[in-house]
C-alpha cells in the first residue's frame, strides 16, 4: 500500500488504472506471504485409504442394493474425530465420489490439518449405496482407533462393523505427514535446518554441524573448526570470535609446535631467543631483532632479541638498520619519535636483505602496522552499502518516472 500511495502523490493526474493496478500487485504480495507463513504451521495431512469388497452387493439389511444383475453404487462418508478426555472433536469429514455398479475398489481421501495434533483419533466410515429415488441405503457403518506409531507411512486400522454377507469386507489404513519442519507423532516439533550451524533428524531433533554443540548449536567450538597443532593445548576464546592454541611456557594464535624451539639457543653476544608470535603479542622488545627460519627439525620461527649494539641472525653483526629506518620516517613524516613500527608492530630484519620490515599484531596491517583491519573493513562495508543505496535509488526513480512518461503518453492516446 505505500507504493500506491507514493505512486499516486508522484503522478496525481494519473488515471484510476494504475491505482487498482497497484491495489492488485499488493494483493498477490500479500496472498503470497500468507501461503508461505502457512507451511510454517504445525499440524499435517491425513491420507485415507479405504478398500470396499462387497461381491453379493447387499445393505446392512440383507437386501439387494439394486436388481439381482446389478452392483450397488458406492459413496463413503469418511470422520475423523479428535479422543479427548471427555469428549470428541469433528476434525475431518469428507464425501467420496460415487462408483457406480462396483463389487470392489479401492479409494484414497486427503486433507490437511494446520493445528497442533491429538495423540488419539477415530475414525468413522459410512458406507452408501446412492438411489436415483429415494433415500440411500446404508451398507455399513465402520468405526476405528487410530494412534500413530510413526509418521510417513500406512498403519492399518482395525475396523468394528457390521454385516450378514461373509462376502463383505472394509479395511482402511492412515498415513499422517507432517508439515514442512514438523516432526513427532503429533507434528508439533519444529526444526527447520540451519545452513551452517544444524540439520534436523527424522525425529526433529538438532543435529549440531562440525564445529557446533550446544541445545541450538548456537555455540561455536573453534578449537574443532580450526584445530591447534599437535603437543598444544587449545582454548576457545568465544567473545572474540576465535581460539588460542597454548604451548608451554607460551601463549598465542598458532604454536607450530614450538615448545623446544628456543632450548638450545643459537643467539650470541647476550641475545635472548625467543618467538616471534610470543614478542608481537607481548610487545616489550628492546634492541634489534632477526628471524631465524629453519633452526630446528620442524622448521619453526624463532627469533634472536640483540643487545643495542649488535644485530644480524644470531647477534653477530653490528648495528644498522632500523634506527636509521626509525629516524628517517621520523624525518619524512613526523609521525614517529622514537619507533619505526606503529601499534605494537616489532621492527624485523630477514638475513640477506637489508630492508627492515614490520610483523604487526592480528588486527593490525600495513608497512608500519599503521592500518587497522577492522576500520578499514568497516569503511569499505560502508563504501559497498551506499554505493547500492545510490543504485537502487536511481532505479526506483528511474521506474516512477517511466510510469508517468507512459501515463502522459496514454492521456495523448486517448
Known sequence: MLWTILFNRFCYNNKNYYFYYFIVINLFLFMYIHSNTEINLPGGRFEIEIYYINLESTTSSGFYCDWQLHRCDVYIIVKLYELADNN????????TETIADTAEFRIKVSEKINEKLPEKYRLDLYVYDEDALGEHDIITIATGLYQP???NVFQT????????????????????TCNSNYYGNKCDIFCSP???????????????LHGRHGVNCDIIDYCQIHPCPKNTRCKNLPREHRRKCI???YEGPECHSVYYSCEKSPCK???????????????????????????????????CICPDNWSGPFCTQPVIDCISENEKYRLSTMRLTNRFCLNGGVCIIHPGNSSPRCSCPPEWDGYFC?????????????????????????????FFVWLCYMSSVFELTN
Open 194 to 208: 540451519h545452513p551452517w550451524a544444524y540439520d534436523c533428524d527424522k525425529n526433529g531433533r538438532k543435529i549440531c
Open 88 to 95: 470428541s472433536r469433528q476434525l475431518i469429514r469428507v464425501r
Open 247 to 249: 604451548c608451554k611456557n
Open 149 to 151: 506409531e510413526k509418521t
Open 269 to 303: 653476544n647476550g641475545g635472548r631467543c625467543t618467538l616471534l608470535r610470543e614478542l608481537i603479542e607481548d610487545n616489550d622488545a628492546e634492541g634489534f631483532i632477526y628471524t631465524n627460519q629453519g633452526t630446528n627439525d620442524d622448521d619453526d620461527e624463532t627469533i
Open 370 to 398: 599503521e592500518l587497522n583491519k577492522s576500520w578499514s573493513a568497516g569503511r569499505m562495508f560502508g563504501i559497498a552499502f551506499s554505493i547500492i543505496f545510490v543504485i537502487f535509488l536511481i532505479l526506483v526513480i528511474g
Open 157 to 176: 486400522i482395525p475396523l468394528n462393523y457390521s454385516h450378514i454377507s461373509d462376502s463383505f469386507s472394509l479395511n482402511s489404513s492412515i498415513r499422517l
